[in-house]
């Protein structure tokens, strides 16, 4: 295994760490500009290339300045560009490659819902985008998109949107399209219950058995789907809150990011919480659950079990990613806010937040490194990558 580097994305600024897994350390390198706003990124699985979109905006807002670019990874982590950036008709909210390395797949929901497909060449660049079908339903708010191990169909995580004063409820689902030579048809549909009170956000594969587990944004849920080739169950197996206290909740807890540990023994899922109120003036902190959730993996029906609450000393971690070697977890923690601690108002940065896991998967604090993002920028995504 070659370097082992973490990626920081604040706005345009793409940032590069070296990760000592011994001390548990990161060390800040070289900063690069992209095109603009890092919205998501994916490595390639040969581990040469990165794979990056861009948007001059951010959620439900409109951008006509949107791509998807490449990057060799260098043999000390560094970055450059890797051939010409494809633009995309709409932000991207997330990106990933195909088990085989062969396309590269962006996920849209606004202004309208749907999925982007570039072939990937011999040499790891950008290719040109592959037609599709228009008429392919990717639901009410694609949040996730994936390929199943067997790279034999995409997957769609849809979250769909909570009910309003003035709109009904817009159901979630899991929507399954199989994928041939780049090709997408239609599919499965996966919605419990109608989709009504599912409102999955991120999904994540166990590295040998075919087991599926996917994180509830809307509902603070984790659950396991069963799946095959190119087939998951309708009902999950399993189910069970992320929270500590489930009957506590803010409305603004939301589940958040799911990664499988690469033993396949744990799954870890971050709760993120935000909302403020104002004291003396100035936007504080409201309460809620800031934490990744442990989760031990059974090894013979896949059931998760609850280990521990690890709490992140820092304010909704909107991205986190263990290191290739499963012995470091880092969160990344999306924005600076002020907290109320026995009556005194202090500032939390946001931050990386490095942690040991041990061998029972629970994870144990190590340091944490404050992130600048002034005028109101964001930590938008980070991950940790070895070089090849």
């Known amino acids: 295994m070659g370097v082992i580097s973490l990626f920081s994305a604040v706005d345009d600024t793409l940032t590069r760490y070296d990760v000592d897994v011994a001390c548990a350390t990161l060390t800040r390198r070289e900063s690069i500009r992209t095109a603009a706003k890092v919205q998501y990124a994916w490595p390639h699985p040969g581990g040469a290339y990165l794979y990056v979109a861009t948007s001059a905006a951010g959620p439900r807002v409109p951008s006509d300045f949107n791509h998807v670019s490449a990057y060799r990874i260098g043999g000390d982590g560094a970055l450059t560009i890797h051939g010409p950036s494809r633009p995309l008709d709409r932000r991207a909210v997330h990106i990933c490659i195909d088990p085989q390395g062969k396309y590269l797949l962006s996920a849209h929901n606004f202004p309208r819902s749907g999925l982007t497909i570039h072939a990937l060449l011999e040499d790891g660049s950008i290719g040109e985008p592959v037609t599709q079908n228009n008429a392919l339903d990717c639901g009410a708010y694609?949040?996730?998109?994936?390929?199943?191990?067997?790279?034999?169909?995409?997957?769609?995580?849809?979250?769909?949107?909570?009910?309003?004063?003035?709109?009904?409820?817009?159901?979630?689902?899991?929507?399954?399209?199989?994928?041939?030579?780049?090709?997408?048809?239609?599919?499965?549909?996966?919605a419990p219950d109608g989709g009504y009170g599912f409102g999955p956000r991120h999904a994540d594969f166990h590295p040998t058995q075919p087991w599926m587990y996917v994180s509830d944004e809307r509902t603070n849920q984790l659950y396991m789907f069963r799946m095959s080739d190119s087939v998951i169950e309708s009902?999950?197996?399993?189910?069970?809150?992320?929270?500590e206290?489930?009957?506590?909740?803010?409305?603004?807890?939301?589940?958040?990011?799911?990664h499988v540990h690469p033993?396949?023994?744990?799954?870890?899922?971050?709760?993120?919480?935000d909302r403020t109120e104002e004291v003396d003036g100035q936007k504080v902190f409201a309460g809620g659950e800031n934490s990744?959730?442990?989760?031990?993996?059974?090894?013979?029906?896949?059931?998760?079990?609850?280990?521990?609450?690890?709490?992140?000393?820092?304010?909704?971690?909107?991205?986190?990613?263990?290191?290739?070697?499963?012995?470091?977890?880092?969160?990344?923690?999306?924005?600076?806010?002020?907290?109320?601690?026995?009556?005194?108002i202090k500032p939390i940065a946001a931050a990386l937040t490095v942690f040991r896991v041990r061998d029972d998967?629970?994870?144990?604090?190590?340091?944490?490194?404050?992130?600048?993002?002034?005028?109101?920028q964001l930590q938008y995504w980070m991950g940790i990558v070895a070089a090849p």
């Open 263 to 273: 033993s396949g023994r744990y799954v870890y899922v971050a709760n993120r919480a």
């Open 361 to 376: 998967g629970s994870l144990e604090y190590v340091r944490q490194y404050p992130v600048d993002t002034h005028d109101g």
């Open 142 to 190: 694609p949040h996730q998109v994936r390929v199943l191990p067997s790279a034999q169909a995409a997957l769609i995580v849809d979250r769909g949107n909570h009910a309003g004063p003035d709109k009904p409820e817009d159901p979630g689902a899991l929507r399954l399209f199989p994928l041939s030579h780049g090709v997408l048809s239609s599919g499965d549909v996966i």
């Open 235 to 243: 009902e999950p197996t399993y189910r069970c809150s992320l929270l």
């Open 292 to 344: 990744i959730a442990v989760f031990r993996i059974d090894s013979s029906t896949g059931e998760p079990t609850l280990v521990e609450h690890a709490h992140t000393r820092s304010i909704h971690v909107r991205t986190f990613a263990c290191d290739p070697t499963g012995r470091l977890l880092v969160t990344a923690s999306v924005k600076p806010l002020a907290v109320n601690v026995e009556g005194e």
């Open 245 to 258: 206290a489930p009957d506590h909740v803010d409305a603004r807890q939301l589940g958040g990011p799911i």
